[in-house]
């Protein structure tokens, strides 16, 4: 069917790439470009051989021009960005630029500041609509398939959404003491940051980590569950027909909140430059570099996830309550592409944002969340790719 490029060669991007090679009608050709070429070139000798064509490429996506070039070399119908949130405006301006469509799973940060808010890519709207360009913002687990779980939810069981509780569990045990899951500096800066949540037209904050409830999680089983922000929120906020409230929820283990919180109180999470021996450098990037690789943490990890919404609502004028949610092997994913869950859980819907865009299901000009496009063939698709989801009609509820 055509041709992606893929940007960065990280935890995401392995996952990504095994996903569009056992995909090769749709993926007839990819190319994977990142900083390191070494990492595109590793990738590559895994999957080479099959049915897509693959090539790499070493590309700085912090430069537009650069981008341009190769872009207008390999011409490709999408470029699928799962480098980091730094790079999402200099990519969506090379795509602009070379008439290329485009996908990410995380949205735009400015690296001096954690903020979440999706202003900066909602900013690109028109220019996209004005190109014939389609933009799919956030086509990961969460934002991903979280939105695509709202959008099903609101098309098939509700009329309005009045709340929604996401809940990102993940039980994996890797064995070290302290390591985060996907990209450190992403991770932390996310954690760290305040809680907020959405209740009746306006957002509400909360400490770092401080609102937490026990939630017994299926497959999981019981598990403290904290009140983070997460972009999501936002975009739901606003696309969900009637909300009224929304909030996003994720495990983590005592051990890891004390190493966190120790880490903090050192300063090593702060991403205020320093100078040390006459270099300046971030407390939060250098921690990033002594920590544990993401990539490396497949082989370890056992255990398994759990990432759902729970939803109440009406229909019909009747009360109704739903939770669809998936769960996801640790060693089920390293089995099958050399990934844990989370990157596993992330790059199978970036694949399947892809996919539905190339088969032109989800081709609209413009800058769009996942959950404004028809999440019927994305969630036959999670089926038929490795991320089967599961319905409950009559779901304990989150305490309020
Ligand atoms: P990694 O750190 O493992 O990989 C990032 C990759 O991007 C690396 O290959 C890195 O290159 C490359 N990169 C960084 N900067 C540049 C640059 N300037 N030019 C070219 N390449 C660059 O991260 P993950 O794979 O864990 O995460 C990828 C993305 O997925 C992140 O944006 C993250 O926020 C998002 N994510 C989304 C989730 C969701 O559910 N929506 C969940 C988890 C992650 P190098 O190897 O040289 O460092």
Redesign the pocket.
């Known amino acids: 069917m055509g041709k992606a490029l893929i940007?960065?060669?990280?935890?995401?991007?392995s996952v990504v790439v095994h996903k569009c090679c056992q995909n090769p009608d749709v993926f007839e050709e990819i190319c994977i470009?990142?900083?390191?070429k070494s990492?595109c070139d590793a990738l590559k000798a895994k999957l080479d051989g099959g049915k897509t064509k693959i090539s790499t490429a070493k590309?700085?996506?912090?430069n537009t021009q650069e981008l341009i070039e190769l872009i207008n070399a390999f011409k490709p119908e999408i470029v699928i960005n799962?480098?980091?949130?730094?790079?999402d405006l200099t990519i969506m301006d090379a795509c602009l630029a070379t008439g290329v469509h485009y996908l990410?799973?995380?949205n735009y940060e400015p690296v001096d500041t954690a903020k979440f808010e999706y202003k900066w890519q909602w900013a690109y709207k028109e220019r996209f609509e004005k190109a014939g360009l389609t933009a799919i913002l956030?086509c990961?687990?969460?934002?991903?398939v979280t939105g695509v779980f709202s959008a099903y939810a609101m098309k098939h069981y509700f009329d309005e959404i009045h709340t929604i509780d996401i809940v990102d569990a993940n039980a994996g045990d890797h064995g070290y003491p302290f390591a985060t899951n996907?990209?450190p500096e992403?991770n932390i800066r996310e954690i760290t940051a305040n809680g907020r949540y959405w209740e009746r037209g306006e957002w509400l904050e909360t400490a770092p980590l401080s609102v937490k409830q026990s939630y017994n999680l299926p497959q999981i089983g019981p598990k403290n569950i904290y009140l983070l922000y997460h972009e999501e929120l936002e975009s739901l906020a606003q696309n969900i027909k009637g909300i009224e409230k929304i909030r996003f929820w994720m495990t983590f283990s005592d051990s890891y909140l004390t190493h966190l919180k120790v880490l903090e109180n050192v300063g090593m999470t702060s991403i205020e430059p320093i100078m040390f021996e006459g270099k300046e450098i971030v407390p939060l990037q250098f921690l990033k570099a002594i920590l544990p690789?993401?990539?490396s943490l497949g082989p370890r990890t056992k255990g398994k996830t759990n990432i759902g919404c729970i939803y109440q609502g009406v229909k019909d004028g009747e009360a109704k309550t739903y939770y669809v949610y998936n769960v996801c092997d640790h060693e089920a994913c390293y089995a099958e592409v050399g990934s844990q869950a989370?990157?596993y859980?992330?790059g199978v819907p970036a694949m399947i944002g892809a996919m539905m865009l190339m088969k032109g299901l989800w081709k609209k000009p413009g800058v769009y969340n996942v959950e404004e496009f028809d999440p019927d063939p994305f969630m036959d698709a999670l089926n038929q790719y490795g991320l089967p989801w599961v319905e409950d009609f009559s779901p304990t509820l989150l305490e309020k």
């Not at 590309?59 to 912090?62: F, G, M």
């Not at 799962?82 to 790079?87: C, E, I, K, S």
């Not at 990961?140 to 991903?144: K, T």
């Open positions: 940007i960065g060669a990280g935890g995401v991007a470009a990142s900083r390191t990492k590309v700085d996506a912090d799962v480098a980091l949130p730094y790079q990410d799973t995380a956030g990961g687990f969460d934002p991903g996907f990209n992403i690789d993401p990539a989370i990157s859980t992330t």
